[in-house]
């Protein structure tokens, strides 16, 4: 795999098919006219898992590369995202210091003056800016300010360029994106050829997932809310990946029997569960299925990891 090999530019001996997939917790098995059918799970949790083992070796390796979190919403989701990713890093041996500011006290001006500052300070290794950002800030400007080598959420102009250019080796790829492309690798799904459908096109997943995609020599398809058809496209998938942010646009009638489906979204419910953008019952036809939660969440993390860890490296390099 294109990424695989750029990981391993870095040290990250990352090889297709490591871990086995296991068979999808909602469906003991289905039945399709007279056939049995069995839907394996693309579990995030062990691959996640395989590489904050991975990170935390090379921090053994390397010394600890440091996180500076920038978080300035009342969001209670951000808040949840932002413990997460922090608790990861300590459990990697990784440092990551939050500055958390007020919505009610945060601006533009001095939300770019903090950047510049972190950009200056030569301990900082990664900087992440927690969306969504307060009403009247400009996201744009705020992802601009971080200098490209630690833009380690990949969603700068510079990073975005290297990843469509196809010098992997060289950008710092988005998180959920990169995370898609290494759990199917992980699993040992082949993408060469295949057709792949996106649903989805935006900046942070749907966009750059394309790319990633078509560098693993897939046939990209990129689908969205105004897609006639939508249904009829997305049977065509060998490999469909759901990042809409609409729950339940894509239906069990729309997946092709035996495809692999990698669910981004996520949403919840009254009750407080959680679901993604497939409906549940595409197990029922998938040969291969994230759950939600627990499938790409935990990769997004581990990817985060990852990319701060390498933007130590590529500095030190000077590539």
Not at 107 to 120: K, T
Not at 153 to 174: I, M, S, T, Y
Not at 181 to 197: E, F, M, N, Q, S
Not at 235 to 250: K, M, S, W, Y
Request: glycine share 10%; net charge neutral; with cysteine.
């Amino acid at each position: 795999m294109r990424l695989f090999q750029a990981l391993r530019h870095d040290g990250f001996d990352f090889k297709t098919a490591q871990l086995n997939p296991s068979q999808f917790h909602a469906g003991s098995t289905a039945q399709q006219g007279s056939q049995s059918h069995a839907c394996l799970s693309l579990d995030g949790r062990i691959a996640a898992q395989w590489i904050r083992h991975h990170c935390a070796e090379k921090v053994k390796e390397w010394g600890a590369a440091h996180l500076a979190v920038i978080l300035a919403s009342s969001d209670p989701a951000s808040r949840v995202y932002v413990n997460h990713k922090i608790k990861a890093f300590k459990e990697a041996g990784m440092h990551s210091t939050l500055y958390e500011i007020s919505e009610d006290m945060v601006s533009e001006a001095g939300l770019v003056e903090l950047i510049c500052q972190l950009n200056d300070d030569s301990s900082v290794h990664g900087i992440l800016v927690q969306l969504p950002l307060a009403q009247g800030i400009s996201q744009t400007r705020i992802i601009e300010s971080i200098r490209p080598d630690k833009d380690v959420d990949g969603f700068a102009n510079h990073n975005v360029g290297l990843l469509h250019q196809g010098r992997l080796e060289k950008a710092l790829l988005p998180c959920t994106p990169a995370g898609v492309i290494a759990l199917l690798g992980l699993y040992g799904v082949t993408l060469a050829g295949k057709h792949a459908v996106v649903v989805g096109r935006s900046a942070i997943v749907g966009r750059p997932m394309s790319g990633l995609l078509l560098h693993e020599d897939a046939t990209v398809t990129v689908a969205h809310s105004k897609t006639q058809n939508l249904d009829q496209v997305c049977r065509e998938a060998d490999v469909l990946i759901v990042a809409a942010g609409r729950r339940g646009i894509v239906s069990r009638s729309a997946v092709k029997p035996g495809a692999v489906v990698v669910d981004v979204g996520m949403h919840r419910l009254p009750d407080g569960k959680l679901c993604g953008d497939v409906d549940p019952d595409v197990f029922e036809v998938a040969g291969l299925l994230t759950p939600v939660p627990g499938g790409v969440g935990p990769m997004t993390i581990a990817m985060l990891l990852l990319n701060t860890l390498r933007a130590a490296h590529l500095r030190q390099h000077g590539r």
